[in-house]
């Protein structure tokens, strides 16, 4: 039996860090709901449920589409909706962490250090290290900035 909860903890904690992932490094990827499945498994390993390793997998599985097929539409909802997702950054200051260019660079916004680009029509073509700037959208894990002396 000790062995069980063993396995259940070490399914939760995988379910743990996958969501974490999605949440903190791989917005978008979908490991939220894989998370989601893992830490089912866990959850019904506690109850005494799937003993072998392909009763588990296979839960892993329908756990983690059951999640998506039960979330994906209110999270796209939730990440659309005002104030949901990224749009409280947009008109948030930020200051170069180095060189931004329209290909690249970081910046810091509210104490986070985040990848970011100038956008297309700057007037500049680099936003010098510690120069400011103003999110004007999020792409996918990095913010698109207008500098603020341009």
Same mark, same amino acid.
């Given at each position: +039996? &000790?062995?069980?909860?063993?396995?259940?903890?070490?399914? +939760?904690?995988? *379910?743990?860090?996958?969501?974490?992932? &999605?949440?903190?490094?791989?917005? *978008?990827?979908?490991?939220?709901? #894989?998370?989601?499945?893992?830490?089912?498994? /866990? @959850? #019904?390993?506690?109850? *005494?449920?799937?003993?072998?390793?392909?009763?588990?997998?296979?839960?892993?599985?329908?756990?983690?589409?059951?999640?998506?097929?039960?979330?994906?539409?209110?999270?796209?909802?939730?990440?659309?909706?005002? /104030?949901?997702?990224?749009?409280?950054?947009? !008109?948030?200051?930020?200051?170069?962490?180095? &060189?931004?260019?329209?290909?690249? *660079?970081?910046?810091?916004?509210? !104490?986070?250090? +985040?990848? #970011?680009?100038?956008?297309?029509?700057? !007037?500049?073509?680099?936003?010098?290290?510690?120069?400011?700037?103003?999110?004007?959208?999020?792409? /996918?894990?990095? @913010?698109?900035?207008?500098?603020?002396?341009?």
């Amino acid at each position: +039996m &000790e062995t069980t909860l063993d396995i259940a903890y070490v399914w +939760m904690i995988v *379910g743990a860090l996958l969501v974490g992932l &999605e949440t903190l490094a791989l917005p *978008g990827v979908g490991l939220f709901f #894989a998370g989601l499945g893992a830490i089912t498994v /866990g @959850v #019904a390993l506690l109850l *005494g449920l799937p003993h072998t390793l392909v009763a588990q997998t296979t839960l892993f599985f329908a756990a983690t589409a059951l999640w998506t097929l039960l979330l994906w539409k209110p999270m796209k909802r939730l990440l659309a909706s005002p /104030g949901g997702g990224y749009s409280d950054m947009i !008109g948030q200051p930020v200051v170069a962490d180095g &060189e931004v260019t329209k290909k690249g *660079g970081q910046v810091k916004w509210s !104490g986070t250090i +985040m990848s #970011a680009r100038l956008v297309p029509d700057a !007037g500049i073509e680099r936003m010098a290290d510690k120069a400011t700037g103003t999110i004007v959208k999020v792409d /996918g894990g990095t @913010v698109v900035v207008t500098p603020d002396n341009a």
